[in-house]
Antibody
Framework: EVQLVESGGGLVQPGRSLKLSCAAS????????MHWIRQAPTKGLEWVAS????????YYRDSVKGRFTISRDNAKSTLYLQMDSLRSEDTATYYC???????WGQGVMVTVSS | DIQMTQSPSSLPASLGDRVTITCRAS??????LRWFQQKPGKSPRLMIY???NLANGVPSRFSGSRSGSDYSLTINSLESEDMAIYYC?????????FGAGTKLELK
């Protein structure tokens, strides 16, 4: 059974950093691209970043480029999102999803507030 | 960026109705279009991929179609469990972009 479990969320002050993790199981993690997708409270879905199976290619939405870093450790079957210089507008539930978006994690809440 | 214009934003319907939700792409995206269902407090669920293909476990009353730059999700014979918010997603090019969502609710 495919499982994606996010962790690392919480309350953080503007300008600070947070690192999200997504532990994958039930499939060959190293064969699949992965995504981070977020959803602000009461708002729609927003794609954040993607990474290729090897980790050699990464893609970001403009509003997080230079502040967020997506990475992966295929030996640990884990996806990461390093979030620096956080802003209030980054407040959202963050989901990791497999490349085909067939599988999603349960989401982790990130609140950026002073 | 490719804009996905989704309509309607709200869709009141009765059980047993046939309903259609549409997304219009601002540029050519081929068939790189997916539909998701999201219920309150839950993660999105993939319903349709490749514009017309039913994802695993999705009931056959759901279907996807394409006419030019218009992509549609149709639900035949609406059931209570179908009440949710539906989103389209284009994944033809980065940045991937979602439609704004359609809230399907009981009339």
């Amino acid at each position: 059974e495919v499982q994606l479990v996010e962790s690392g969320g919480g309350l953080v002050q503007p300008g600070r950093s947070l690192k999200l993790s997504c532990a994958a199981s039930g499939f060959t993690f190293s064969n699949y691209g992965m995504h981070w997708i977020r959803q602000a409270p009461t708002k729609g879905l927003e794609w954040v970043a993607s990474i290729s199976p090897s980790g050699g290619s990464t893609y970001y939405r403009d509003s997080v480029k230079g502040r967020f870093t997506i990475s992966r450790d295929n030996a640990k079957s884990t996806l990461y999102l390093q979030m620096d210089s956080l802003r209030s507008e980054d407040t959202a539930t963050y989901y990791c999803a497999t490349g085909g978006t067939h599988y999603w994690g349960q989401g982790v809440m990130v609140t950026v507030s002073s | 960026d490719i804009q996905m214009t989704q309509s309607p934003s709200s869709l009141p319907a009765s059980l047993g109705d046939r309903v259609t939700i549409t997304c219009r792409a601002s540029q050519d995206i081929g068939n790189y279009l997916r539909w998701f269902q999201q219920k309150p407090g839950k993660s999105p669920r993939l319903m349709i991929y490749g514009a017309t293909n039913l994802a695993n476990g999705v009931p056959s009353r759901f279907s996807g179609s394409r006419s030019g730059s218009d992509y549609s999700l149709t639900i035949n014979s609406l059931e209570s469990e179908d009440m949710a918010i539906y989103y389209c997603l284009q994944h033809n090019e980065y940045p991937y972009t979602f439609g704004a969502g359609t809230k399907l609710e009981l009339k």
